[in-house]
């Protein structure tokens, strides 16, 4: 007969606990099997501690303004970056050959490697509670391993090697834009030098010519044209001054010494031998030397130059006029020379002038690429500058850098297997297969065991209720039960008790 229907029908949750009493054999062997086994299963399986490292991307201290780093900033890349460059088969096996976390084990330290990135987990976390956050700015390295203490040392080298290669690689990062830095502007200054050859080989071939001598140039040739306008009238008034000093020295006898010693010149001399004539004979003394002088007066007069002027002439007045003429035409020969000169010079500055419009193009085009350089060089090194001052910002950690937030410790519980809780789900097993044994036995139980077994039976009344008589037979049957049960307890106790004392130390 059903009789848990009916207890729970008449007396509520008490009248669970007669039928508890009577099928408690059933509660004292299946919930402790149940507890025994999780007991056991807690601390039978190997167990693996997890250790953490969490680590912080903490920002710069130095306001960007003041100090720009030539490094990318990012927490959200760079955590990721730096773990995919960390977490490597070759850096971890380095890791292995300094520390080993499995020893004793057959694998290679390839496959030992492998292993430790299958025990490991990277997990973004609050910087403040430590709690999962998916946008933070720091993130947790979580290890396992089957010895605490290991998993610790796994745990503490692992969060080195992202703080120092994330320094690392920083540092060379910066080191190398200011090596690229330099280099760039190491070739623009070559550049810049070609430029400058190329100028200088220009400014050669060209001189006067170029376009920053224009208004020089101009003003040269002015002044030249000026100077040429007052030699050319100087040379009118000294060739006037010539025409008329020779003329006055054609008309002037060089010499004016006759044969007595008489100065005269050659005109006074024809003059007084027509009179000699006319007054004595052709034999007469005065005519032979008048005669004779008119001779010698004519060969002096004869042996002048190619100037026309004669040579150790004694009359004052022709050597006068001579020394004035050869004068005046030194001075026009000069004049001339200068002319010629002032000529030549006038030329040239045409020539530079006609030729400066091609040149200043040419120039301009030169100097548009030596100051488009120019303006490259400087912007370069002022990055250069910037980068070096980088380069010792992120040698003494100024920039962005990882922070070690709290290292790792060896845990006090193993992460596996979950022992609180498979305990409580042995717990919470036990009572409920327990119950469902209780119910099953409940309710294919025939006996009659109380007024509520009994059938409907009208109007009438139970007298009486004789209660279950135990003879000896039944008591110690009853003793052999508990202490078997106690006995085979007492050894799963003591089993269960020596796996966790070995578990535990």
């Not at 960007?64 to 990012?74: A, F, I, R």
């Not at 290991?150 to 910066?174: D, H, I, P, W």
């Not at 020539?351 to 030596?370: C, H, N, W």
């Amino acid at each position: 007969m059903n009789t848990t229907t009916a207890a729970a029908a008449t007396g509520g949750l008490t009248g669970y606990v007669p039928i508890l009493k009577r099928r408690s054999r059933y509660i004292a062997v299946i919930l402790p099997l149940f507890v025994l086994l999780s007991v056991y299963l807690s601390f039978g399986l190997t167990p693996l501690y997890q250790s953490t490292a969490t680590i912080l991307m903490e920002a710069s201290t130095v306001d960007q303004k003041v100090v720009q780093s030539t490094v990318m900033s990012g927490a959200n890349d760079q955590i990721e970056i730096v773990q995919g460059r960390v977490m490597t088969i070759g850096i971890l096996k380095d890791l292995i050959k300094e520390f080993d976390p499995y020893p004793g084990s057959p694998m290679t330290p390839g496959e030992k490697a492998q292993q430790i990135l299958e025990d490991t987990q990277v997990e973004r976390v609050d910087p403040v509670t430590l709690k999962p956050l998916q946008d933070s700015n720091a993130f947790s390295l979580h290890y396992r391993n089957e010895d605490k203490e290991r998993a610790a040392e796994v745990a503490s080298r692992l969060g080195k090697l992202f703080l120092t290669y994330n320094q690392k690689t920083r540092e060379q990062a910066a080191e190398g834009a200011a090596k690229f830095l330099g280099a760039q502007a190491e070739d623009v200054s070559k550049q810049m030098r070609a430029i400058d050859e190329e100028i200088r080989i220009f400014k050669n071939q060209h001189g006067d010519a170029l376009p920053e001598y224009i208004a020089r140039n101009e003003a040269s040739l002015d002044r030249v044209q000026h100077e040429l306008e007052t030699l050319q009238q100087t040379i009118l008034q000294s060739e006037e001054k010539e025409g008329t000093l020779a003329v006055t020295l054609s008309a002037t006898s060089p010499n004016m010494v006759t044969g007595a010693g008489d100065m005269t010149d050659l005109a006074t001399l024809r003059t007084q031998f027509a009179l000699a004539q006319q007054r004595y004979t052709p034999d007469h003394p005065e005519v032979k030397r008048l005669k004779e002088a008119i001779r010698v007066a004519s060969e002096q007069q004869k042996t002048a130059t190619s100037g026309g002027i004669v040579q150790n002439a004694n009359n004052p007045v022709y050597a006068t006029t001579a020394s004035q003429l050869l004068s005046t035409r030194k001075e026009l020969a000069s004049l001339r020379a200068q002319v010629a000169r002032k000529q030549a010079e006038a030329q040239q500055y045409e020539a530079f002038l006609r030729k400066t419009p091609g040149v200043e193009r040419e120039y301009s085009d030169i100097i548009r690429r030596r100051t488009s350089l120019q303006t490259t060089y400087q912007g370069i090194q002022d990055k250069l500058q910037n980068a070096q001052v980088a380069v010792n910002f992120e040698s003494e950690q100024g920039g962005e850098r990882f922070t070690l937030l709290r290292a790792p410790s060896p845990a006090k519980l193993p992460v596996y297997p979950n022992r609180i809780g498979l305990i409580l789900l042995g717990v919470l097993l036990g009572a409920l297969f327990s119950g469902i044994a209780v119910a099953i036995a409940e309710s294919s139980d025939t006996n009659i065991r109380d007024v509520s077994d009994l059938p409907v039976l009208g109007d009438a009344l139970v007298l009486a209720a004789i209660p279950r008589i135990n003879n000896s037979r039944d008591r110690r049957i009853r003793r052999l039960r508990v202490v078997s049960w106690t006995a085979a307890y007492s050894v799963a106790v003591f089993f269960v008790a020596i796996v966790v004392i070995h578990a535990v130390n």
